[in-house]
C-alpha cells in the first residue's frame, strides 16, 4: 500500500505528510522527530506508536514512494513500443513525479544512495530498469554500444537533475512542456 495514500483513520498519514516535507527541505539529518510532530501536529510520543525511530519512518517512507516509482519504471521498461517510445514514457514517468509529488521526488532522488542496499527484494531497482531498457535497446540495434550500466547512470542523472532544478525553482515553466525536447536530447546521446 502507498504510504502517503493510507485512509486518514490514524494520525499515521499526517506524521508521514510532515516527515516528508521536512525531510524533502532539511534532509534526513536535519530534521528531529520533535520537528516532525510539531509539524504533524502530535506529540512526539504518538510518532513512536507507528514508527520505532527516526530511521525506521525515513526508511518505510522512502521504500513505499521509491516502490510506487519503480513499479511505474518497470511496466514502461517491459511494456510495448520502440525504445525511443519507451524513453519518451520514462520521461514523462520522471517529470510527472516531479510535478506532481515534488517533495517525495526531491526525497527519492537524495536518499536513494542511503536506502538502496536496503531494499526489499519484492521492489523492483529502477537502476536495474533501466539498465534492462538500455540493454534492450542494444539488442534491437536502437542504441549504440557501450557499458550499459553507465549509459542508464548518465539516463538516470540527465532526467534527475533536470527534474531536480525545476523542482528547486530554477524553472517556471512546467517540466511536462519538455518532455519531447528531452527525449530528444537523451536520445542523441545514447544512439551516437
Given at each position: 500500500?502507498?504510504?502517503?495514500?493510507?485512509?486518514?483513520?490514524?494520525?499515521?498519514?499526517?506524521?508521514?505528510?510532515?516527515?516528508?516535507?521536512?525531510?524533502?527541505?532539511?534532509?534526513f539529518?536535519?530534521?528531529?522527530?520533535?520537528?516532525?510532530?510539531?509539524n504533524?501536529?502530535?506529540?512526539?510520543?504518538?510518532?513512536?506508536?507507528?514508527?520505532?525511530?527516526?530511521?525506521a519512518?525515513?526508511?518505510?517512507?522512502?521504500?513505499?514512494?521509491?516502490?510506487?516509482?519503480?513499479?511505474?519504471?518497470?511496466?514502461?521498461?517491459?511494456?510495448?513500443?520502440?525504445?525511443?517510445?519507451?524513453?519518451?514514457?520514462?520521461?514523462?514517468?520522471?517529470?510527472?513525479?516531479?510535478?506532481?509529488?515534488p517533495?517525495?521526488?526531491?526525497?527519492?532522488?537524495?536518499?536513494?544512495?542511503?536506502?538502496?542496499?536496503?531494499?526489499?527484494?519484492?521492489?523492483?531497482?529502477?537502476?536495474?530498469?533501466?539498465?534492462?531498457?538500455?540493454?534492450?535497446?542494444?539488442?534491437?540495434?536502437?542504441?549504440?554500444?557501450?557499458?550499459?550500466?553507465?549509459?542508464?547512470?548518465?539516463?538516470?542523472?540527465?532526467?534527475?537533475?533536470?527534474?531536480?532544478?525545476?523542482?528547486?525553482?530554477?524553472?517556471?515553466?512546467h517540466?511536462?512542456?519538455?518532455?519531447?525536447?528531452?527525449?530528444?536530447?537523451?536520445?542523441?546521446?545514447?544512439?551516437?
Amino acid at each position: 500500500m502507498d504510504i502517503l495514500q493510507e485512509k486518514p483513520n490514524t494520525k499515521r498519514p499526517a506524521i508521514v505528510q510532515a516527515a516528508l516535507s521536512l525531510f524533502a527541505a532539511r534532509g534526513f539529518h536535519g530534521t528531529s522527530m520533535r520537528d516532525i510532530a510539531r509539524n504533524a501536529g502530535v506529540q512526539e510520543a504518538a510518532i513512536y506508536r507507528h514508527f520505532e525511530s527516526k530511521e525506521a519512518l525515513a526508511r518505510t517512507l522512502f521504500f513505499s514512494v521509491y516502490n510506487q516509482h519503480c513499479q511505474q519504471v518497470q511496466h514502461i521498461v517491459t511494456g510495448e513500443g520502440s525504445t525511443k517510445e519507451k524513453l519518451c514514457s520514462l520521461v514523462r514517468q520522471e517529470f510527472t513525479m516531479a510535478e506532481n509529488s515534488p517533495e517525495a521526488f526531491v526525497y527519492l532522488c537524495e536518499n536513494e544512495r542511503i536506502f538502496f542496499d536496503e531494499l526489499p527484494t519484492d521492489i523492483p531497482s529502477a537502476r536495474n530498469s533501466f539498465i534492462a531498457f538500455i540493454i534492450d535497446g542494444q539488442a534491437r540495434g536502437e542504441l549504440a554500444g557501450g557499458k550499459p550500466e553507465l549509459i542508464a547512470d548518465m539516463l538516470t542523472g540527465v532526467l534527475c537533475g533536470v527534474a531536480l532544478s525545476w523542482v528547486h525553482g530554477q524553472r517556471h515553466d512546467h517540466l511536462s512542456d519538455h518532455i519531447t525536447q528531452v527525449t530528444e536530447g537523451c536520445w542523441r546521446m545514447m544512439t551516437r
